[in-house]
């Protein structure tokens, strides 16, 4: 996942590689080879980048903001319904 993260923005492999520095390059060639079978990034030359529109992290935070939003409506619903 942090792969998809870093890949919002193009990147070659060793650029990739620094910023993982406690990851093994082999595991990150993997890790990439993984992403391009699953379609989840596209690799052209030597640069690679996530096709995942939104972070996940991101993601995560729209799912709660749209939890709350449906919460507070139903709230507002109760209130019309009782005559508030």
Same mark, same amino acid.
Do not use: D, G, V
């Given at each position: #996942?942090? +792969?998809l993260d870093l890949l919002a923005v193009q990147a070659k492999l060793p650029r990739l590689v620094e910023q993982l520095a406690t990851v093994p390059v082999a595991q990150v060639e993997r890790e990439l080879a993984a992403l391009e079978r699953l379609g989840l990034i596209f690799h052209e030359g030597d640069l690679y980048l996530s096709l +995942? #529109?939104?972070p996940l992290a991101a993601a995560a935070d729209l799912g709660r903001a749209a939890a709350l939003a449906a919460e507070q409506g139903a =709230? =507002?619903?109760r209130h019309l319904a009782v005559g508030g």
């Open positions: #996942l942090r +792969i +995942i #529109l939104e =709230a =507002a619903a």
